[in-house]
């Protein structure tokens, strides 16, 4: 019986010395974003993913799922929040039903230039602070690490060109699942109805809708130019992007490789914002290539329609004080 309880507690010394003099355990985070490069978000993905291993020599790797690997924006989230994938890239509009006010980054014409952008998500903004709490008292399983861009978003259609709110009467739209997305592009004649970003190049093929937005870079990326040979310079929106971790892969980590995710996640941020504005610059006269006829548009005629609904939706959700904090940027 002594020899017995002598090899155990030898055996659980030798455990725990050998922990203690071994390095930290090795972690991969599983990164997922529906776009496909060239796209802003997949170089911040990128760009996290080089700063965090070399920060960590290795301890923490990234593993990268781009071009919708792991299922659309919605699934990804649902599978964050049971802890079978660790961190997303994506758009603000397919988390609103958790956190409903980033429904707020649907309204167009909501920025007057990259420069407020810039400050809305900035990580030290007072924009910022109200969605990462938000984000945490929503019970979402989530934790934001970043706000970013991925470029301005326009209007692509199979149905001929536009160049006015007219040309969009009856034209079937695909939209996010956001209402107040709906909202918005009603007003300017369209039918919408909601459709995965995956779906898209299908239900323009068959008819399910005849026109959709997007960003620029997502257009081309995606190669959407191929069922939508029409595309608009509505410059409606700045995509308004989240960078998330799952609550349960952020607490696994030490305290100092959290504030290194943290860092990495910030800078990928601000490398996605930039790189949006690259894309919207360079790819715009690349469609022209594809054959894809771009128009420029009566844009105060979609301000006009647009704007009114700022102040309507924004007293009907209580968040009349958030409009006024991102106007005031």
Do not use: C
Not at 58 to 72: D, K, Y
Not at 307 to 317: F, I, K, M, Q, W
């Amino acid at each position: 019986m002594a020899i017995t309880t002598r090899l155990t507690q030898f055996t659980l010394l030798s455990a725990a010395t050998l922990l203690a003099a071994s390095p930290a355990l090795a972690q991969k985070l599983r990164l997922a974003t529906v776009v496909s490069a060239p796209h802003p978000w997949v170089d911040a993905a990128e760009a996290f993913k080089a700063e965090v291993e070399e920060a960590t020599d290795q301890r923490i790797t990234v593993e990268l799922f781009p071009g919708g690997q792991l299922g659309n924006d919605q699934t990804v989230v649902d599978e964050i929040r049971i802890g079978t994938t660790d961190m997303i890239i994506g758009g603000v509009q397919n988390i609103a039903p958790y956190v409903q006010d980033f429904e707020i980054f649907s309204l167009n014409y909501l920025f007057d230039d990259m420069d407020a952008f810039r400050a809305a998500t900035d990580p030290d903004s007072a924009v910022f602070a109200h969605f990462a709490e938000e984000m945490e008292s929503a019970g979402t399983g989530l934790k934001l690490l970043a706000l970013t861009g991925g470029g301005t978003r326009n209007l692509s259609t199979n149905t001929g060109p536009v160049t006015e709110p007219a040309d969009l009467d009856d034209v079937k739209m695909r939209i996010t699942g956001s209402q107040l997305d709906a909202k918005m592009w009603q007003a300017v004649g369209a039918l919408t109805t909601s459709l995965p970003w995956t779906e898209i190049y299908t239900g323009m093929q068959t008819g399910v809708i005849g026109a959709f937005e997007s960003t620029i870079s997502g257009f081309y990326s995606s190669r959407l130019y191929e069922v939508a040979p029409y595309h608009a310079k509505t410059e409606h929106q700045v995509m308004m992007s989240h960078f998330s971790i799952g609550e349960r892969s952020f607490s696994r980590l030490s305290e100092e490789d959290q504030a290194i995710v943290l860092a990495a996640a910030q800078r990928a941020g601000e490398l996605g914002t930039e790189k949006g504005v690259e894309y919207d610059a360079a790819l715009i006269d690349t469609l022209k290539e594809q054959d894809v006829t771009v128009t420029e548009v009566d844009k105060q005629a979609f301000i006009d329609a647009s704007v009114p609904l700022h102040d309507e939706y924004a007293a009907e959700r209580g968040v009349t004080d958030l409009l006024t904090l991102i106007r005031e940027l």
